[in-house]
């Protein structure tokens, strides 16, 4: 058995296929308009999409000055929203497990310039950007890693259980989120709502049976889901190549079309995540499979030192050639939509409101004892009392 578990299996490649484009900086400005309170016309790589059973979205956009700068900003707040954890956690401030989401910024963001306030997502560990962007805030998720009443959770949820009322989680069991999805989206069509649900997952879930039966009953019914999966190129420690036989994630759903996109340009994460509402709610289509091929350049958590499995100078010369924030400053400042100072401002006013967002989440208390009893229910819906340990042991509400 030891040497079965060190053989190493032949990489499987489909025969011509071509590799998605991953770099952040490719797509080109066509049209700058006579002032910037007009949209500017640029065109993706013609590499950013590939298809399976579909169309690929159009390649030339419009996109604006305050979208531009807007998720600039974003994207600067969310890294240095994780980046704030990393300290805090090698800090011994925050405990457990602490999945970040680290060079994986353009997904996030992009996904939510993308859809609707009242579309839902449900993610699995990497959640922290996505409680941001979809109603939570930065104190929020601090508190909650720090284990304080300010948290998202009332300090009680960690890092993986942290809601708004369209953000359904980070989810701790490996793809158990996706069929939950397909549950929120069977919601969405039963209560004939015009949204839709991104069940989002990891290439280390793509082969998760429920991931499949997910799938399955999405098509049956016609689900206005998306079904997200957020290739890092590893899961865990072990490479999509070791762990896939098809590491084409978007082309895993049998009969439902899938579209794989470059997840390191925000604008074309923007544009595919807008091309899969509209399939699924404008033109009820039913599901359909996207793959955002990103990167992490962390480990898989706080525990993984991520150097283990690939190389430090792989890790390097995707933080020098492929960074979705420096990709996206490059057009900022090459299409004379901001100059370098007017950047350099929004990453102070990032930096500090993180900051601020820290003491602030440090300075909460820690759950109380009686805490343990409140948050069991929904609000509402809870007994008036609860019984402890023992039958003597009863703590009312």
């Known amino acids: 058995m030891a040497s079965l578990a060190r053989l190493r299996l032949p990489r499987r490649v489909p025969f011509a296929v071509r590799a998605i484009q991953t770099s952040a900086d490719t797509t080109e400005l066509r049209h700058t308009p006579e002032d910037f309170s007009k949209p ?30 807007t998720m600039y900003k974003q994207m600067q707040t969310m890294r240095r929203m994780e980046m704030a954890a990393d300290a805090l956690y090698k800090a011994k401030l925050i405990r457990g497990f602490c999945h970040l989401a680290i060079g994986q910024e353009a997904v996030s963001v992009g996904m939510e310039a993308g859809i609707q306030r009242e579309d839902f997502i449900i993610t699995a560990y990497r959640c922290h950007p996505f409680a941001v962007m979809r109603g939570g805030t930065i104190k929020g998720v601090i508190g909650e890693l720090l284990g304080r009443q300010a948290g998202m959770s009332n300090g009680k949820g960690g890092s993986m259980h942290i809601f708004t009322p369209t953000f359904f989680g980070g989810n701790g069991i490996v793809g158990a989120q996706v069929p939950v999805g397909a549950g929120l989206a069977f919601a969405q069509k039963y209560q004939e709502k015009k949204n839709v649900t991104f069940a ?71 544009e595919a995540v807008k091309y899969a509402r509209k399939w699924a709610v404008d033109e009820s289509k039913g599901p359909l499979l996207l793959e955002f091929v990103t990167y992490r350049y962390g480990g898989h958590s706080m525990s993984d030192p991520g150097t283990t499995y690939r190389t430090r100078e792989e890790v390097q010369r995707m933080r020098s050639t492929q960074d979705p924030i420096r990709g996206l400053q490059r057009y900022i400042e090459e299409w004379g939509v901001a100059s370098e100072q007017e950047l350099k401002q929004l990453d102070k006013d990032a930096k500090s409101e993180v900051d601020q967002a820290v003491e602030e989440a440090k300075a909460s208390p820690e759950p109380l004892t009686k805490d343990l009893w409140t948050d069991i229910y929904y609000n509402g819906t809870q007994p008036p009392y609860m019984r402890g340990r023992e039958r003597e042991e009863v703590h009312h509400y």
């Open 200 to 270: 989002m997952y990891g290439d280390g879930a793509s082969n998760q049976g429920q991931v499949f039966e997910a799938f399955n009953m999405a098509k049956l019914w016609n689900l206005p889901c998306v079904f997200v999966c957020e290739n890092n190129k590893y899961g865990m420690g072990t490479s999509a190549e070791r762990s896939s036989s098809n590491t084409e994630y978007f082309t895993r759903g049998d009969k439902i079309p899938g579209l794989q996109v470059n997840g390191m340009d925000i604008i074309a994460v923007r």
């Open 40 to 69: 500017l016309t640029v065109k993706l790589h013609e590499e950013s999409f590939h298809g399976y059973k579909c169309d690929i979205p159009e390649l030339e956009v419009q996109v604006t000055k305050d979208e531009l700068l």
